[in-house]
């Protein structure tokens, strides 16, 4: 079992920056691949950003592509989205997610992905 707890949404103006945190627990963190994706009101829920085991391997959905950067602490047992130059189209619940099972390969599937946090709400104001 895997347990995640994000935190560091909220209300940001456009152009600001937020940096989401995903806390995890529960099984050896370096052991799975972890992502980001959000799920706007009234849209599907939307691959955002993944990084590999070491962190050395990261996948973007272009929409966030130069915006945004996940990256991984190991030691803390945490992984991290920087989220620059916001926009109102970025508002969303942001959850992240861990993949401990599928390859490096299937780093953006959704499905790949077994274990969810509970998100964290992100508005951006226009």
């Known amino acids: 079992q895997v347990q995640l707890v994000e935190s560091g949404g909220g209300l940001v103006q456009a152009g600001g920056s937020l940096r989401l945190s995903c806390a995890a627990s529960g099984r050896t963190f370096s052991d799975y691949i972890m992502g980001w994706f959000r799920q706007a009101p009234g849209k599907e829920r939307e691959f955002v950003a993944a990084i590999s085991w070491s962190g050395g391997n990261t996948v973007y959905a272009d929409s966030v592509k130069g915006r945004f950067t996940i990256s991984r602490d190991n030691a803390k047992n945490t992984v991290y989205l920087q989220m620059n130059d916001l926009k109102p189209e970025d508002t969303a619940v942001y959850y992240c997610?861990?993949?401990?099972?599928?390859?490096?390969?299937?780093?953006?599937?959704?499905?790949?992905?077994?274990?969810w946090g509970q998100g964290t709400q992100v508005t951006v104001s226009s």
């Open positions: 997610a861990a993949d401990t099972w599928s390859t490096a390969q299937a780093m953006g599937v959704m499905s790949s992905y077994d274990y």
